[in-house]
RNA sequence: GGUCGUGUAGCUCAGUUGGUUAGAGCGCGUCGCUGAUAACGACGAGGUCCCAAGUUCGAAUCUUGGCACGACCA
């Protein structure tokens, strides 16, 4: 029955359909040639071609800046966005995937700056800003090889050479043509912003940058009287941080709803207002005694006016009025608010307001200046210049540095009587990351901003069309966001970015926007164009592109349009380069200046996918620029620019930690190598200063990327956030890939061996069912004996669900799906059909029946696999069409995705099958605990099935059971006798509803009730009743679930379905033949010691004194010698090299000599 | 401080509209197999489903309140 290896040996000399497969397989090695064969044959572009005129299915690449390394979590990124256009290619849709770049912004730089060895804004210009320029724009494509490379050797199938890059001119001026658009349609303005501030360098910081910098410090805190000429000698006691502040307040703020008392102080005999929670603190720390004089609520304070402590400006505007908008005159300043961003935790609940400094101050002042009427409204008071001192409008402290300045404006608040109490508070404030001992402040700035807020309602709205995944993103991070969405701050004073188009008349203010380059240069009068041509003509290699950057676009003049005098320049700002990758699903074509055609066909996108950080970065500047853009147009639907999108979960590290010293370690170390403490694991977050991950190369060359991709597909939705530990990469690799590589070459083997010859297939093609129908041998599924049945049905209903779940975006469910399908193929089908490979006649229909369905299986999960693993399938799909001689489809990924039969998807076959694993299962289960091995053969194992349902079926397939538990006879019963206790429980879903409250009474009436009873009252009457409290429940079938005890005392072992008990009685034949096995056994191992080919055969003695063993092996004889490849069996004393063994008390010789062919 | 998310086995994670025996893989242990063989397979141990209260006949699942962690924002 058994084929001996000399003879696949022989078979490698003839011809034969498939190359043999190395069992040692090095997936790193095959995904390099497997991308050779791509390039060789373009397969990209194939696959595109051949979709062209099909439906599109778009996808928009969120472009990577390459002025860094790629590292793990781009890998995650760019998988997902592989997986889905490739499925989709695959499921007929025409999907062209650009891939892109973002080059401008502050990273880009810093990083010049660090190159340069400089920081501050004032050396870039010392330096130079066109060398500058220049640097920044070489600088972006540092790393460029490193991402092709990376991009490539993923699999990651992208246009890299017709990418878009947002410093092209082309970008550039679609991205003009989005800003002139909305500066037309007045939602462009100049205002105000509060930004962080580092004043000694002289330009904002990213609140990136700000949170890298807290340091936890130690600031005055005051507390100041602000006298209320309402009240006699009653102030309100305001709290600040913020000494210097205190010149620029303007208004005063409480809490409408927090209780105030009026307190009297008799050390000074004045009264004092503030929140009436703070009384004993503030009494406290003052160790007086304060009276409760009365409250009220900070509603009843709102609209009192006060002094405040220095009169710089309020000598002058103290009594100003204006006009409100709903009537009536008030005070624009110096004037209690309300705020409920007021509390109690820490100071007075009266807060000193200086919207300068603060970027809350600031709104309390937009929103006190929207109650007046245009232009009566309060001013922003701010002393203080942009270097960070005050200006001569403070002449007290005329060019102090403000933080300086807060001890002697301390110092004054004591001499004038203002300052009620001085302390000191710790808390975290932020230094610029750069120099460390400069901390910042908020500053207001001019700044551009895009009118957002007036398209709210409409973000909101198009939001809700969008399928993002995980689904709360839409409510939640991203809805809220929207929610309290304020007006994008757009421009930026730094020079490498987009050129606000925006050119100002130097005569009248009066300002225009354009949107092209040729535009500008053909206005009257342009002239500076002259710069650029100068300097492409001293360094010829300059892109041409940088023509419409700073400086060379500055240069550029033209004559005002609205006075004949004036002359027009553009304003000095660059913009967000947030709003250049925002502007991509248009700009990415040049739109609209060229790529009509383009842009028309692909917008919006069905596909994009990015991780979390990307919330209020690229996922919210798409969709608020076109809602802004597009969102008017009737022609064009929600949602824009994306309709699925996929958010990533943050990518962590796994690590390894001392406990003691704080060192970090990639790998799994026993002993700290540093200081010998106790090493523990932690993951944290990725970081490049910590190094505590592994490059993605080092990935590919030790386990692939395909392992890497599988890793991050079938371990977990992509939305959660992912350990990337080469341990768990390398841990997932069994499960998946290499089963399924181990079951083809287990049939590459053997079709090499028996010569199955696809190739006789009339038109091979991608190797659907139709085509193999006309193989040499093929049998229709129908015809072909269950196990093939079987398997063919599981693969369709697999194809069912993984075709379903990716349709969802749903691909760690099709993952899983998979992963069981594959274990059922290895575990299941080809281990029960080993032995029809292994028959003798090569012609056998139910053999090659074997071979036709594993070939169409692996063909089919193949193609079902090759957007999630695309090398592995394309090395297997290659061997598999390779004696097809190009008759079928180059590539797999060239092939269609394999939709499901469900006309061969059997269930009750399904059910059967698995009903029969299970019995398998609990056999070897009942085995185990009775501590009797598999090679010990039983008499027969009894099967106590729960329902009789499936019995027959069972019944035909008592071989299989029979070697699997090995045992002489399998029996199945219904009545159980005392084997087994039926325990019958409610269905708890069906009476729940119908009995309420009496459940837990029907579940103990149950419990007490005698199972066989009501069983054998339902299967003759179809009915039943159980008596609770005096109340009869009828009972029908559905209402309760049979469970099968096993009882004490016999080797069985239950589950869900059925029991299983073991005839445990040996007989001594049986003890024999088990004896025979145990020989078996060692002369294998010993085989194995020798180090025996495994087609050498042998001459085999076995030596020993107990007759027990002696009588087992002459039974058995026959059995041995094939087992074991002996041409003869003595029972002799043993001679030469011997090794002494034992089974049990029997203790035997063995001798082997290689027996001469 | 706010918002959102997460908390289930040693680890990484599933868990469908609430239904009473909570799953998978890895790891670990025991064993098997030795013609897929530097593989492979079976079985097993391991859980206060973060805590508490509530709703319900019934809660890992729903509600509320805590706690812890993470992210974003302030």
């Given at each position: 029955m058994k084929k001996l290896l000399s003879e696949y040996m022989a078979s490698k000399n003839q011809k034969s359909s498939f190359d043999p497969c190395d069992t040692n397989v090095s997936f790193p090695k095959i995904e390099e040639s497997i991308l050779e064969f791509w390039k060789r044959n373009d397969v990209y572009q194939q696959s595109l071609d051949q979709r062209v005129g099909r439906e599109r299915y778009v996808f928009y690449e969120g472009p990577p800046t390459a002025n860094g390394k790629p590292h793990p979590g781009h890998c995650l990124t760019r998988a997902i966005k592989d997986l889905f256009p490739r499925y989709k290619t695959m499921r007929g849709y025409f999907c062209e995937r650009k891939a892109g770049w973002d080059t401008h912004g502050l990273p880009v730089e810093v990083e010049v700056c660090k190159e340069l060895g400089i920081h501050a804004k004032e050396e870039i210009e010392e330096y130079g800003v066109e060398p500058f320029i220049q640097k920044c724009q070489s600088s972006v494509w540092q790393y460029m090889q490193q991402w092709e490379q990376l991009t490539e050797r993923l699999g990651f199938w992208v246009k890299l050479d017709s990418a878009y890059v947002t410093y092209h001119q082309s970008y550039v001026e679609s991205v003009w043509w989005s800003l002139k658009t909305f500066f037309d349609r007045g939602l462009l303005y100049k205002g105000h912003k509060i930004i962080w501030w580092w004043a000694q360098g002289g330009t904002a910081l990213s609140s990136g940058e700000v949170g890298q910098g807290y340091k936890t410090v130690k600031d005055p805190s005051v507390y100041v009287k602000f006298p209320l000429p309402d009240k006699e000698n009653t102030s309100l006691l305001v709290w600040t941080t913020t000494p210097w502040t205190l010149p620029s307040n303007q208004f005063a703020a409480v809490n409408e709803n927090i209780q105030y008392a009026t307190v009297y102080d008799p050390e000074e005999d004045h009264y004092l207002i503030f929140a009436a929670d703070l009384v004993e603190k503030i009494a406290a720390k003052m160790k007086r005694t304060l009276e409760v004089k009365s409250t009220c609520k900070g509603s009843e304070l709102v609209g009192l006016n006060y002094q405040p402590p220095f009169d710089y400006f309020y000598k002058t505007n103290g009594n100003k009025t204006g006009t409100l908008k709903s009537g009536g005159r008030e005070n624009v300043a110096w004037r209690i608010t309300s705020a409920n961003f007021v509390t109690t935790d820490s100071g007075t609940g009266a807060v000193h307001e200086a919207p300068a400094f603060g970027e809350v101050d600031y709104e309390l002042l937009v929103s006190e200046k929207e109650r007046f009427v245009d232009g009566q409204g309060p001013e922003l008071i701010c002393p203080v210049s942009p270097n960070g001192k005050f200006t001569n409008a403070v002449p007290d402290f005329e060019g102090q540095w403000v933080k300086d300045a807060d001890k002697a404006i301390t110092q004054k608040l004591k001499d004038s009587g203002a300052l009620y109490l001085l302390d000191q508070y710790e808390h975290e404030y932020p230094f610029c990351w750069r120099a460390d001992d400069d901390p910042l402040i908020q500053y207001p700035r001019e700044s551009w901003f895009v009118k957002t807020t007036d398209f709210k309602d409409k973000m909101l709205a198009n939001n809700q069309e969008i399928n993002w995944l995980p689904e709360h993103i839409k409510n939640g991070r991203f809805g809220n966001f929207l929610e309290s969405n304020v007006d994008w701050s757009l421009s930026r004073e730094r020079y490498w970015g987009t050129p606000l188009p925006i050119w100002v008349c130097s005569k009248t203010g009066k300002m225009e926007a354009l949107d092209s380059y040729d535009e500008l240069i053909a206005k009257?009068?342009?002239?500076?164009m002259e710069v650029w041509a100068e300097a492409k003509k001293s360094n010829p290699d300059l892109v041409e592109d940088l023509k419409v950057h700073k400086p060379y676009i500055d240069a550029i003049t033209y004559d005002s349009p609205f006075d004949d005098n004036g002359t027009m320049n553009r304003v000095p700002e660059v913009i967000d380069c947030w709003y250049d990758s925002g502007s991509m699903p248009f700009a990415q074509w040049g739109y609209p200046h060229q790529g009509q055609q383009e842009f028309k066909e692909q917008f919006p996108a069905n596909f994009i996918s990015e991780a979390l950080d990307q919330t209020r970065g690229w996922f919210y500047s798409q969709l608020a620029i076109s809602t802004l853009l597009f969102g008017d147009d009737p022609d064009i639907k929600f949602p824009h620019p994306f309709e699925n999108c996929i958010v990533l979960g943050l990518m962590m590290a796994e690590g390894y930690v001392c406990a003691k010293c704080k060192h970090r370690f990639a790998d799994q170390v026993k002993k700290c190598t540093q200081c010998g403490g106790k090493v523990s694991r932690k993951t944290e977050k990725m970081s490049k200063r910590l190094r505590n991950y592994r490059a993605p190369n080092e990935i590919f060359d030790q386990h692939g990327a395909d392992a890497l991709r599988w890793y991050f597909f079938a371990n977990q939705p992509p939305w959660t956030s992912i350990i990337y530990s080469e341990r768990a990469i390398k841990e997932s690799i069994p499960e998946f890939l290499l089963r399924l590589w181990n079951v083809y070459s287990f049939f590459v083997l053997y079709a090499n061996i028996d010569g199955f010859d696809p190739s006789s297939i009339s038109v091979p093609g991608q190797l659907d069912a139709a085509a193999l129908?006309?193989?040499?041998?093929y049998r229709p599924i129908q015809q072909r004996g269950e196990l093939d049945r079987w398997l063919i049905s599981e693969l369709n209903q697999t194809l069912k669900v993984v075709t379903e779940r990716m349709d969802n975006y749903d691909n760690y469910a099709a993952c899983t799906k998979l992963t069981s399908f594959v274990d059922s193929l290895s575990n299941w089908y080809v281990r029960r059909s080993r032995d029809r490979f292994w028959a003798e006649d090569k012609q056998d229909a139910n053999k090659l029946d074997a071979y036709w369905t594993l070939f169409e299986t692996l063909a089919t999960v193949c193609k079902a696999i090759a957007p999630f693993t695309p090398f592995l399938s394309e090395a297997v799909w290659q061997n598999l069409t390779k004696s097809m001689g190009g008759a079928s489809t180059l590539s797999v990924h060239l092939c269609d995705y394999p939709m499901a039969n469900e006309t061969l998807i059997d269930e009750t076959l399904s059910r059967r099958m698995s009903l029969l694993r299970e019995i398998a299962s609990l056999g070897l289960s009942a085995r185990m605990n009775a501590k009797l091995k598999v090679r010990q053969p039983l008499s027969g194992v009894t099967v106590v099935l729960n329902n009789p349902t499936d019995q027959a079926w069972l019944e035909t397939h008592d071989d299989l059971l029979k070697t699997e538990l090995n045992v002489r006879a399998v029996t199945y019963t219904t009545d159980a006798g005392d084997y087994v206790t039926y325990q019958v429980v409610p269905n708890f879903k069906l009476l729940g509803p119908r009995v309420g409250k009496l459940m837990p009474k029907v579940k103990s009436a149950f419990a007490a009730a005698d199972g066989k009873t009501i069983l054998q009252s339902l299967s003759q009457t179809g009915k039943a009743t159980i008596e609770v409290d005096g109340q009869k429940v009828e009972l029908s079938e559905q209402d309760v679930e049979v469970r099968l005890q096993a009882n004490e005392g016999w080797a069985a072992a239950q589950g869900v379905q059925a029991v299983v008990v073991l005839s445990t009685e040996l007989t001594p034949e049986l003890i024999r033949s088990g004896l025979t096995r145990d020989v078996v056994r060692l002369v294998q191992d010993y085989r194995k010691e020798l180090d025996l080919q495994r087609t050498d055969r042998i001459k085999l003695t076995v030596e020993t004194q107990s007759d027990e063993l002696n009588q087992a092996i002459q039974e058995n004889t026959d059995f041995l010698a094939g087992e074991v490849l002996a041409k003869e069996v003595n029972l002799n004393v043993a001679q030469g090299d011997t090794v002494e063994r034992a089974i049990g008390e029997h203790t035997l010789k063995i001798s082997i000599t290689v027996a001469q062919e």
């Open positions: 009257p009068g342009a002239t500076g129908a006309t193989g040499n041998g």
